[in-house]
């Protein structure tokens, strides 16, 4: 399996805190990704990065902040949680050296379920 | 973006063939087929991928159509563990960091 972790795996959080969630990974890939899963709803990409301090936008960015600082951490953000927030979080990574990157195979995270009382 | 088409459900008997179609009838030259699958309470997970030729590793196999129109994910003796959804995504160049766009996938039931 890939190594790559996420942390928390559960939160639990009241409306109106920050709340940031950890994604690390031990295979030196170049992109990462954040996405939402909920019900009757296919992953949706919240953000993702192509390198360090190399971020871009997903489809449902509106909510989030993100930031990766070094290659192997992608943090994801929310400001201040609301109940449309609550979901489950995957990160995932691609870029094997040497691969035409639109070959690229993702590899996900466990999954942070997040809910926001 | 380039969209791919999938039946919403399957059903399939533990140890036969299964056949998971897909049409993408606006892929253009460069664009790579992707398969990915979950399974209940997981991440998705990479099956395969391919460009023109057919496809084999330890998971399946994909078949691809002559015009790429389409294409066939094969599971040759399904298992009660491939109980899962099973997205087809395509990945352009217009998708820059390689970015998969999950649709609704094919919900695949495998009865003992």
């Known amino acids: 399996d890939a190594g790559i972790t996420q942390s928390p795996r559960h939160k639990v959080t009241e409306t109106g805190t920050p709340v940031t969630l950890r994604c690390h990974q031990t295979e030196n890939h170049r992109y990462m990704y954040w996405y939402r899963q909920d019900p009757g709803h296919g992953l949706r990409l919240i953000h993702y990065?192509?390198?360090?301090?190399?971020?871009d936008k997903g489809e449902v960015s509106d909510g989030y902040s993100v930031s990766r600082s070094k290659t192997e951490d992608f943090l994801l953000t929310l400001e201040s949680a609301t109940s449309s927030q609550t979901s489950v979080y995957f990160c995932?990574?691609?870029?094997?050296?040497?691969?035409?990157?639109?070959?690229?195979?993702?590899?996900f995270g466990p999954g942070t379920r997040l809910t926001v009382t | 973006d380039a969209k791919t088409t999938q039946p919403n459900s399957m059903e399939s008997n533990e140890e036969e063939p299964v056949h998971l179609p897909c049409n993408h009838s606006t892929i253009s030259g460069t664009d790579y087929i992707h398969w990915y699958r979950q399974l209940p309470s997981q991440g998705p997970e990479y099956v395969i991928h391919?460009?023109?030729s057919n496809v084999n590793n330890r998971m399946a196999s994909l078949a691809i159509a002559e015009d790429r129109k389409s294409s066939t994910l094969i599971l040759h003796r399904a298992t009660l563990r491939d109980a899962a959804v099973y997205y087809c995504?395509?990945?352009?160049?217009?998708?820059?960091?390689?970015?998969?766009?999950f649709g609704e996938g094919t919900q695949l039931t495998v009865n003992p």
């Open positions: 990065s192509y390198g360090v301090k190399d971020t």
């Open positions: 995932a990574i691609s870029g094997s050296a040497g691969v035409d990157p639109l070959a690229y195979e993702q590899y």
């Open positions: 391919g460009l023109t």
């Open positions: 995504i395509l990945i352009t160049k217009e998708t820059s960091g390689s970015r998969l766009t």
